[in-house]
């Protein structure tokens, strides 16, 4: 299982071609701002816990409630690595999956994917999906971003003021109202195309997520119980993490005519409230 290892003056980061995940970024003068579980395992077939797991062609259990594996194929698969460039400090990673691949029943159709993940002062994710077949596809697709907190419990999330957002855990659908903040499991998916502040008072930081091509922002922490639950998630790790995704799932799935691409981007920076000595 192969990954490239970025070191330069301007950030710190790895990139595994399984799944064409991302498991570290560390821009120079940070903190780390990717979170990787110390219990992750590598293996084939299975899903590195951290990172930023790409979830294509559904999301979860898919819009049908019934697809498997959870959020589907593409992360548990060895993506092609096409290109690296390196300028200034700041190096691309380029990998590409079609159906050559990767081919499940549950989404019989030609495709191509290619992630584009670029380390330097920011990380900047690119998706683009293209339909490769004669026939239209649906899918869902998420960039599924686990950000290192310094404590979940005391962080909150500003942008998602007055979003719409299914809750999972009590299948409901509610609006949002001030930040996000989190004193017990939080999963939700909120149709917003905004993008979101994380604020970080124990690493006196702030970490923006800025996005494009994505109606979907999905936030996550598994808190204790679902932690204890979990064997590749430490038991107190849920203090460590928030996850803050950008896609597009749910009815905001995306469909494409044969020949049609659709791009989804995001942004992460991060920036010090530590007054300078
Ligand atoms: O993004 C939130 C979520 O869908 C949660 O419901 C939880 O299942 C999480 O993803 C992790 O999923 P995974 O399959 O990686 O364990």
Same mark, same amino acid.
């Given at each position: ?20 995940? =991302? ?5 120079? !003068? /940070? $903190?780390?701002?990717?979170? +990787?579980?110390?219990?992750? *395992? ?5 899903a590195i816990r951290g990172g930023v797991p790409i979830c294509f062609p559904w999301f979860g259990a898919g819009r049908s409630g019934a697809m498997s ?85 005391? =962080? ?5 003021? !007055? /979003? $719409?957002?299914?809750?999972? +855990?009590?299948?409901?659908? *509610? ?103």
């Amino acid at each position: 299982m192969g990954s490239l290892i970025v070191d330069t003056p301007v950030a710190i980061g790895r990139i595994s071609d399984h799944g064409a995940q =991302v498991l570290q970024w560390q821009p120079s !003068g /940070a $903190e780390p701002v990717i979170w +990787l579980s110390s219990h992750a *395992v590598f293996a084939r077939d299975v899903a590195i816990r951290g990172g930023v797991p790409i979830c294509f062609p559904w999301f979860g259990a898919g819009r049908s409630g019934a697809m498997s594996p959870a959020h589907g194929f593409a992360r548990l698969v060895t993506w092609p690595c096409t290109a690296t460039t390196e300028q200034d400090g700041m190096v691309a990673v380029e990998h590409v999956l079609t159906q050559e691949q990767a081919v499940d029943p549950q989404f019989p159709y030609r495709y191509r994917m290619t992630s584009t993940a670029s380390f330097g002062d920011e990380l900047t994710l690119t998706l683009l999906v293209e339909n490769t077949d004669a026939t239209p596809f649906s899918f869902e697709v998420a960039l599924h971003t686990y950000l290192a907190v310094g404590d979940a419990s005391s =962080v909150s999330i500003v942008g998602l003021e !007055g /979003a $719409e957002y299914h809750d999972k +855990l009590l299948d409901r659908h *509610v609006v949002q109202a001030g930040p996000v903040i989190f004193d017990g499991e939080v999963d939700r998916v909120y149709s917003s195309t905004s993008d979101v502040i994380l604020r970080d008072p124990a690493l006196a930081r702030s970490v923006t997520i800025a996005k494009s091509g994505s109606a979907s922002t999905i936030v996550w922490n598994p808190w204790v119980d679902k932690s204890r639950a979990m064997a590749d998630f430490g038991d107190e790790e849920w203090r460590d993490m928030v996850c803050v995704e950008t896609g597009n799932v749910g009815d905001r799935a995306i469909t494409l005519h044969p020949g049609e691409a659709h791009e989804m981007k995001v942004i992460v920076s991060v920036s010090s409230h530590r007054p300078t000595s």
